[in-house]
């Protein structure tokens, strides 16, 4: 979490690069912001506010800033509340900071400091950094040998970027965890959490491995490894510079992400189905093809995608495959037989839990998979086999567009094992693949009328105080998906649940107040979930249905409904995603919350 960039020019002001970095930075948090330069002089200077980059630019427009080199950093606070004295640049009349991670021994070194006569200014766990680093320069260390002594002391993840007093010409990054990248542009040097930070300032990019430390000179960057020793890493040309990265018209990034699934849907089987033959091919994948068990671990929307791939990995190929949260998994002492397949699912390809999960796996000897829509990503570099989402990037805080896309990826992937293992004939994949093809245009068909969608949400949805989201099959970990969406964004209370799990529990909430939205579709579990849905009108419940012509023939007693076109089974969840999304995203917007940025929440949670 919390996005970083650093910044120095031979030619111009850097601030409003800086801004313009911190606004594409905000996806990974936006509690707090701050920026720092030096002055003419060589002074620090810094401006920082609580909130986002608009309340910065009203405060630089009050108290403006400039400078050949600077520093900024948008926050999602671990600790210390959200405050203009807890916001990142931290400073001292030596050095400036901004840090991506966390320190985890800081209150240690902060007691040793404060014993030693340092002050603090702020809670957080970052400032300690820059008073280790200005402690060693007041006893006469050069920045660059004050780093370096300051680094092997702290304990925990960090992407950390230094800046000096009277070295105008001088930027320090280092990473261990969290990840960093650096540019050249014109004339100017960056370096920052992501290529979207400075992909746009800069054509070429290199990637900082962990334990590098970066020394940042006007046209040039020189990297130590971790092991002390000069190190190069590959340069890359910048793909976002070209990236349409606005709202092209749409009211916030979240609808326009949602209209992108059937492009993105599109693209993503573009990039695996053979056009002359019609079948599928995936990149070689030899770890996956030789294990007896596949375990798929990823967090938030991508376990429920992920939870989806084992429903069809598990029917189609019948291999059996466990999944798991990032969280849970890496810290419970899993059993893993040598030789076998995990996968990890991830849209930023930078989630900590994942990550470590990942890094887990491999020491157990396990093939590593991902599905990945950062390509540079850590995860996507640390993997065997990548398959990559080409959903492109998404902003909105709320997955849509990329879970629509790993779930097309994971479809075509149940093929080929299924396939592979001769579980499917070939008339049967062709008749899976035409189904997937279809895929695009049904979800077009949906989006062209999304009245009924907004109309649902207005009236019944924004209004509740609590809703429940019902399914079997793959509808189930859709249920779940429609509640995170719902709950991130409109902040109602919802829950997801195996329908039939209802009665065993949670049917004692069900009263006229609570919305129960039921998906539906028309598939070998219908007549099951109708039945459950039965049980809630029967208990004076309120019910949703979301299905199909002929399912809404055999049901009554609605208080509302969304009906979709009948498709087959096997794709039923990338096009039920759409209606569940929608719901979510015109609850919100009649709830009038921030969209695109929910409170407390971040895009890319780089922190366990
Ligand atoms: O970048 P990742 O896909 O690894 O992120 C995982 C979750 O943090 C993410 O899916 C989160 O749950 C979304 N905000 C949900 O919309």
Not at 403 to 411: E, K, N, P, R, V
Request: aromatic share 6%; with cysteine; hydrophobic share 45%.
């Amino acid at each position: 979490m919390c996005g970083i960039i650093g910044l120095l020019s031979e030619h111009r002001d850097v601030v409003p690069e800086l801004l313009d970095g911190l606004k594409r930075l905000e996806y990974r948090g936006y509690d707090s912001i701050g920026v720092a330069t030096l002055n003419p002089n060589g002074e620090l200077e810094r401006r920082r506010t609580e909130g986002k980059l608009a309340a910065l630019s009203k405060l630089l427009h009050r108290k403006p800033l400039s400078g050949f080199i600077g520093l900024g950093h948008t926050r999602w606070a671990t600790h210390g509340a959200p405050s203009e004295i807890n916001a990142h640049p931290h400073a001292t009349p030596e050095a400036a900071i901004v840090h991506n991670g966390i320190i985890e021994n800081f209150q240690e070194i902060k007691t040793r400091l404060l014993t030693e006569g340092r002050c603090f200014e702020t809670q957080t766990d970052s400032e300690v950094v820059v008073h280790l680093v200005s402690q060693k320069i007041r006893q006469g260390l050069e920045p660059l040998a004050a780093v370096r002594e300051t680094l092997p002391l702290l304990e925990g993840a960090f992407a950390l970027v230094f800046l000096f007093a009277y070295h105008h010409d001088l930027l320090i990054g280092a990473r261990r965890g969290s990840p960093l990248a650096i540019g050249f542009g014109e004339n100017e040097m960056a370096i920052g959490s992501d290529a979207l930070a400075i992909g746009p300032i800069c054509r070429q990019l290199i990637y900082l491995e962990d334990g590098d430390l970066a020394v940042i000179r006007p046209g040039s960057v020189k990297i130590i490894d971790q092991q002390g020793l000069s190190a190069v890493r590959p340069r890359r040309i910048s793909s976002v510079a070209s990236l349409d990265l606005g709202k092209s018209g749409y009211r916030h990034f979240m609808l326009k992400e949602i209209y992108e699934q059937p492009q993105v849907i599109g693209d993503t089987l573009n990039t695996m189905i053979n056009p002359v033959t019609g079948r599928l091919s995936l990149p070689n994948l030899p770890e996956l093809k030789r294990t007896n068990r596949l375990t798929i671990v990823a967090c938030g929307t991508a376990s429920f995608a992920a939870l989806i791939g084992k429903y069809w990995i598990e029917k189609l190929a019948r291999l059996p495959v466990d999944v798991e949260v990032g969280s849970e998994f890496r810290y419970r002492d899993p059993v893993l037989a040598p030789g076998q397949a995990a996968l990890f699912i991830s849209q930023s390809g930078e989630t900590a839990d994942t990550l470590g999960a990942l890094r887990l796996c491999r020491k157990m000897g396990q093939g590593i998979l991902s599905i990945v829509n950062v390509p540079e990503s850590t995860i996507a570099r640390e993997s065997n086999v990548l398959l990559s989402t080409v959903a492109g990037p998404e902003f909105g805080v709320a997955s849509t567009k990329t879970f629509t896309a790993q779930l097309t990826l994971l479809a075509a992937l149940a093929l080929v094992l299924a396939t592979h293992r001769g579980h499917l004939s070939e008339q049967q994949e062709t008749h899976l693949i035409r189904a997937l093809m279809e895929v695009p245009a049904i979800c077009a068909e949906i989006l062209a009328n999304t009245g009924p969608m907004e109309a649902l949400a207005r009236e019944l949805l924004a209004p509740a105080r609590d809703v429940l989201y019902i399914g079997r099959g793959l509808s189930y970990p859709l249920a779940l998906e429609g509640a995170l969406k719902l709950k991130e964004i409109s902040y109602i209370h919802a829950e997801g649940y195996a329908a039939g799990e209802l009665k065993h529990g949670p049917i004692a909430l069900v009263d006229e107040n609570v919305p129960v939205i039921v998906v539906a579709p028309t598939d070998h579990l219908f007549s099951k979930t109708a039945s459950n849905l039965a049980e809630v009108n029967a208990r004076g419940g309120r019910t949703i249905f979301i299905g199909d012509k002929d399912g809404l023939a055999k049901i009554s007693n609605l208080a509302g409904s969304l009906i979709l076109p009948k498709i087959d089974p096997f794709v039923i969840p990338l096009v039920y995603a759409i209606p569940i999304q929608l719901l979510a995203y015109y609850a919100a917007v009649t709830k009038g919350t921030d969209v695109d940025q929910p409170r407390n929440l971040a895009k890319s949670v780089t922190v366990e």
